[in-house]
């Protein structure tokens, strides 16, 4: 099962930011967490990982809290482009990546 | 991050038929793993394919159902055999790179009849 809990669906309005929760209650000390998205139908893509600092890169911004119960992935400029299913998940260098069912956000004009 | 290509990229198979997949990678990795994602689903994973070694397979997968082969560290194979409506699925493989990040290929849409 997968050690994460997201919501099911989210909106969020063009140019505005897009917050995207997860809770990762169960995670470990040596636990990443990873963030990717599926855009319809396409396989998915990699947007960033951090373990407990929080972490920025072109796509995105992820902040950990500092118990590292919880993230949150930020699309600082959301476009109708970023219309797609985001998934968390924790996963350390044991084991495999486990896709729980995502958030599907959706990009309105 | 790695490039991944798969081919076919979709087929429309009739059922007890058998379809392989092809996955290149343009970089030498040594862990590959094959997803299968059905409508509507999560991506599931079937098995990890080490090369030099058999395949791992995840429970509810079966070597007879899906043989893979990995012959070297850029190429690996999967095959759905004696095919069902049931495994009308996207499979997806994906390769693990120095970051112990994963990267995934396009996938591979089936149909099945």
């Known amino acids: 099962d997968a050690k994460t809990t997201q919501p099911p669906s989210m909106d969020c309005a063009e140019g505005r930011a897009a917050n995207l929760p997860c809770n990762h209650s169960t995670i470990s000390g040596n636990e990443y967490v990873y963030w990717y998205r599926q855009i319809h139908s396409q396989g998915p893509q990699y947007i960033i990982h951090?373990?407990?600092n929080n972490e920025t890169n072109e796509m995105a911004s992820l902040i950990i809290t500092e118990d590292r119960k919880s993230s949150t992935l930020i699309l600082p400029h959301a476009t109708l482009r970023d219309t797609a299913v985001y998934y968390c998940?924790?996963?350390?260098?044991?084991?495999?990546?486990?896709f729980g069912k995502g958030t599907k956000l959706s990009v309105k004009p | 991050s790695a490039v991944i290509s798969q081919k076919p990229s979709r087929d429309i198979c009739q059922r007890g038929t058998s379809l392989t997949i092809q996955c290149q990678v343009d970089s030498q990795v040594t862990m590959m793993f094959w997803y299968r994602q059905q409508p509507g689903q999560s991506l599931t994973l079937i098995a990890t394919a080490n090369q030099g070694s058999e395949a791992t397979y995840e429970s509810g997968f079966v070597i007879d159902k899906f043989p893979i082969s990995r012959p070297n560290l850029t190429f690996s194979t999967l095959t759905v055999s004696n095919m069902s409506p049931e495994d009308s699925s996207i499979y997806l493989c994906?390769?693990?790179?120095?970051?112990?990040?994963?990267?995934f290929g396009p996938g591979t849409r089936l149909l099945v009849l």
């Open positions: 994906s390769v693990e790179g120095l970051t112990e990040t994963q990267y």
């Open positions: 951090g373990l407990k």
């Open positions: 998940i924790v996963w350390g260098s044991q084991g495999n990546l486990i």
